[in-house]
């Protein structure tokens, strides 16, 4: 039909293209067609859907376009038409509005109402792994840990492995203090995704404050293999050598940490220990307050 053919053609254009070809313009020019070909449809719930459907492209190339608030009302339209218009198929085809609706909450921080429109869809569609992991983001972002946690374990129950579920969740059982399993989460990310960098350096974290420094060593070296500057990784590799009492190795490499990433808290409050130890109480107490 030419509305699918349009409507088509303008998901080429808002999503499907690589980044570089998207042409949000063009995309916008083809709904309208689209809508047009499919009004000359006798009613029908399938054509109250298509119509549903095209009102959420339109959004996802305001969304695109940074016009949010647009994205929003075309996505309330949308869902509210369909329920209106073809109630029989509703619970069917709502999935992809309603998430769409939520992620636009959760760029927007309205956390109460993506969560409503995750929990929503959880119960039409509740074998979806991808909810689950959205919903455990905002909880963990909100600091709600045990509920973000509870929302992970579904993730990964549901769905074929994959290493964001594995990362999020240790950085919660971190939050929650329970390192040997946050381990566990990232070993099984690094059997995944065996270059992920925050995965090491995480890990290495949790092997240095358990005395495991061997492992943490292993660790530390491995991600300053993957990328010689940065900071964190410069940061764990300092306190190592602050454990074998090796200050100036440490001191470099918190200065080193310092120059990659002069943003980075921790490198400043380790490098006044260094200086604290070292009887610079002055610079010390310098750099506490950059820390701060």
């Known amino acids: 039909l030419p509305s699918h053919a349009t409507y088509a053609m303008a998901m080429l254009h808002a999503r499907y293209y690589d980044a570089a070809r998207r042409d949000y313009d063009a995309a916008r020019a083809c709904i309208g067609p689209s809508q047009a070909f499919n009004d000359r449809l006798p009613a029908s719930e399938t054509s109250a859907v298509n119509h ?110 994959y290493w964001e579920a594995h990362f999020n969740r240790a950085q919660v059982l971190t939050a929650l203090g329970r390192a040997e399993e946050a381990v566990a989460d990232y070993d099984r990310v690094l059997v995944l995704h065996p270059r992920h960098l925050e995965t090491l350096i995480n890990r290495g974290r949790l092997h240095f404050a358990a005395d495991r420094f061997d492992a943490a060593e292993d660790d530390a070296a491995e991600a300053l293999r993957l990328d010689a500057a940065n900071a964190r990784a410069l940061c764990l590799r300092g306190l190592l050598a602050m454990a074998r009492k090796e200050i100036d190795a440490a001191d470099r490499d918190f200065c080193a940490a310092i120059a990659a990433d002069p943003g980075l808290a921790d490198a400043w409050a380790n490098r006044a220990t260094v200086h604290f130890k070292t009887g610079r109480f002055a610079a010390a107490l310098a750099d506490i307050d950059r820390a701060l």
């Open 52 to 161: 549903a459907f095209l009102m959420n492209t339109m959004a996802l190339v305001e969304m695109r376009k940074k016009h949010e608030a647009a994205a929003l009302d075309l996505l309330d339209e949308a869902l509210a038409y369909m329920r209106r218009e073809a109630p029989g198929r509703y619970l069917l085809e709502c999935g992809i509005l309603l998430h769409n609706r939520a992620r636009l909450h959760i760029a927007g921080r309205r956390i109460a109402e993506a969560i409503d429109d995750l929990t929503a869809l959880l119960e039409v569609e509740p074998w979806n792994c991808a909810v689950y992991f959205d919903r455990g983001l905002v909880q963990q972002r909100a600091g709600c840990y045990d509920a973000a946690l509870e929302n992970y374990d579904s993730a990964i129950r549901w769905s074929p492995p």
